[in-house]
């Protein structure tokens, strides 16, 4: 892909009215773009990374065995009323009449109607477990959108829903999405902390946040610095297994502002790993039980008696996560920014120095791509007149882990070669390969 | 994956609300379930469909170089009303009022959006061309959504967009969705025809529907059988290569109802060659030059003059394509449904006998079904109790290509094999791997 060529809008400055820095660095090179407040277009270099970020949260759904389903945007306002949520939710439900005159709504999230496909769907115990997914647009019509597309109005989520027969196989349910939550972010380069919750207009007794720390969050987080240290590469989708994780994060004092209790945390965490900042809530899980399935009637038959199914819901911030990666790995000072290999859009970018008589540099450039392209690295070519050090800036914010200069110090069969943070080595387009793939495999 | 712990709610019989063979076969085999009126969940059956075809959509437009972006779906009614199209688009348009009381819509298509996205975006001719695709949910407030998911209210679409400095550029653009257009049908083993038709509420002078033949299609359609025979296999993404596939195209007469005229037809078409049918339309390619870019002044400057960029735009229906395809593919009076492979939600059904005190055929599938992932072949086992007859019938209608049945009749290290229109076999299981692989290739 050459830049030229490419639909990357860059803007000379940041953009006044935005305040933290994700939402500078998403405008500034060209992510998304404004179409009404709260309300984004994501142009193709922000699309690439949602995307990837959105497999890598598929694939861990999968790989607990949670199947793929979609959910309409769309909603009948019946169903809610069902559940008694329909008023509850206020205003930053977006309300809608059809032309019929029908009360819709545009789903800010999917426990209802979830419950409603299960209830008509299956009637015997037998079909249980059942763990579901999708992948969806949502809205929340918030008074005051801001911090781009942290807390915007129309956002993709990921949402599972559980349906269990006993309590017990529920929280089996429930701990399966702990874990793959934790497997998720790790892949996204991501530290993650769950935290004990409120559980807010979803109901129920039992959640957990994943919260990642960052300065620009806004939730307020108190744990103990031991919790990082807490090991899950060796759980296993086992009931024990997965209930020892969760006893083994239970030992460490971790909880959000709305749960805090200043004696509780001084008495249960030593002064030397108190951690009080700030986070970035990227996913909340859920056990509430029998609170939709009761009124709404979701029941199996269990040996001729009826019985409510307990449910649990599940949710990650899709297009949240972008934000909170760049929340996470920017350096705002230096003008810096890295994306991890496993979501940037690019795996590497070739920087040529391009004078008006003299494209052997560019053409140069064309041969190093195809080369990286046949071992399946994706590179973008800067074909533009730009000159070289307004290039690598502009490249510094955009993030692409690695960079490949071809310029006036490029020797023989030497290429000059850098992690967008790191210094400066001369290597051969080999030894640039081995070292993109190694980093690609981590 | 078992078949019983699948969420896949098979229904008795066929729902009596629908009335085209795709609509009843999706509820039938729970592909689909309705939610309100015109909207629908998909399950995890019709959801792999749909995913397999949005991915070859995806992959059929990358590859004439069209770059991908993501569309809100609410939109401000402001562009509209800077195009002019706010009223036009009557009650069909679904409206909502935000909790300030700004008018915004669902979008039923993005000319206006993309539109201003250019124009925030680029300034100079150097830029272009620009080609941009989105797939997104898309409303459309239908007075009577019927026929389940091909005239429903809430559909996905691929929508593209081209930008370009002339006519003569924006042709060659138009001519690069033909040609990706046709390769896309083909890989979903459909045949569609490219025909002349109207503009509607897109505007302009140059359309195409490209549309499969189907008893219950909405179109009428008139063409000559010829049409058929012309080969786009050794196109290549040339001006020249790209014109003369239009060409040969235009020299058979070739339109829906709209644009029909009986003595052209006549005129044009030997007897024998007549075809007079009625079809679906699958996808729709509008040029319309400068009719958005005008009034919502999207303007590239070219060497100091001011020049409103030429545009076109190209859809395809993703979710509509699911119907469609079950529509030319199956056999409602045998009860036989057949994906392609392509987009098979399974490569191959196992269907084992079971009795309730010999588990022996269950243990076999499960050998089978390891054996058939290790050689990336996906497979579902019936483990339910149904007789072997009805897992039979009920997997006729699921289409699923092959079935591996696993019964009285197994001899040693053979299985029953059969395409599921086709005849039994008895193979090794190697073989019937190599078979699925080949089948999988074309």
Redesign the interface.
């Known amino acids: 892909m050459f830049f030229?060529?490419?639909?990357i809008?860059i803007l000379k400055n940041n953009p006044s009215e935005a305040k933290i820095k994700s939402h500078q660095l998403m405008l500034r090179v060209?992510m998304i773009?404004q179409?009404?407040?709260g309300?984004?277009?994501?142009?193709?270099l922000g699309?690439?990374v949602?995307k990837k970020i959105e497999q890598i949260v598929r694939e861990e759904q999968d790989r607990v065995g949670v199947?793929?389903?979609?959910?309409?945007?769309?909603?009948?306002s019946?169903i809610w009323k069902e559940s008694g949520r329909y008023e509850d939710y206020g205003?930053e439900m977006?309300r809608?009449k059809?032309?019929?005159n029908?009360e819709?709504l545009?789903g800010p999230t999917n426990e209802e109607?979830v419950t409603?496909?299960f209830r008509?769907?299956?009637k015997s115990y037998?079909?249980l477990p059942?763990l579901?997914y999708h992948i969806q647009?949502k809205?929340r019509?918030e008074?005051r959108p801001r911090f781009g597309i942290m807390r915007c109005?129309?956002f993709y989520m990921k949402d599972a829903y559980s349906f269990d027969l006993t309590d017990d196989d529920a929280i089996f349910s429930y701990n399966k999405f702990f874990l793959s939550y934790l497997k998720t972010f790790k892949r996204l380069n991501l530290s993650a902390i769950p935290m004990a919750a409120d559980t807010g207009p979803i109901g129920g007794n039992l959640s957990h946040e994943f919260i990642i720390l960052a300065d620009t969050g806004e939730s307020k987080i108190y744990t103990d610095k031991r919790i990082f240290d807490v090991d899950s590469s060796k759980t296993i989708l086992d009931k024990e297994s997965l209930g020892v994780l969760r006893k083994q994060y239970e030992k460490f004092y971790s909880v959000t502002d709305e749960k805090f209790n200043k004696d509780e945390f001084e008495k249960s965490v030593a002064e030397e790993y108190r951690v009080n900042t700030k986070g970035i809530e990227v996913g909340h899980i859920f056990y509430f039980g029998d609170k939709y399935s009761k009124p709404m009637n979701a029941a199996v038959d269990f040996n001729g008696k009826k019985e409510f199914v307990k449910m649990g819901s599940y949710g990650i911030g899709v297009s949240r996560l972008v934000g909170a990666i760049i929340e996470a790995k920017y350096n705002d000072t230096d003008g810096i920014m890295k994306w991890p290999m496993s979501v940037t859009p690019y795996d590497c970018a070739i920087i040529p120095m391009i004078n008006k008589n003299d494209k052997s540099n560019l053409e140069k450039s064309i041969k190093v791509h195809e080369f990286l392209k046949s071992k399946n690295i994706e590179t973008i070519i800067d074909d533009t007149d730009e000159n070289i050090s307004a290039k690598i800036k502009k490249f510094n914010l955009i993030g692409i882990p690695y960079q490949l200069i071809i310029g006036s110090k490029s020797e023989g069969n030497l290429y000059e070669f850098k992690e967008v943070d790191g210094e400066t080595q001369k290597l051969k387009v080999e030894d640039i390969c081995s070292q993109i793939i190694k980093a690609k495999q981590n």
Do not use: H, N, V
């Open positions: 030229s060529k490419s639909f809008p060209g773009k179409s009404s407040a309300i984004y277009s994501w142009l193709p699309f690439k949602m199947q793929e389903i979609l959910m309409p945007t769309i909603q009948s019946e205003e977006l809608i059809d032309r019929q029908r819709m545009y109607l409603e496909i008509s769907s299956f037998k079909s059942q579901l647009w809205f019509d008074l109005r129309e």
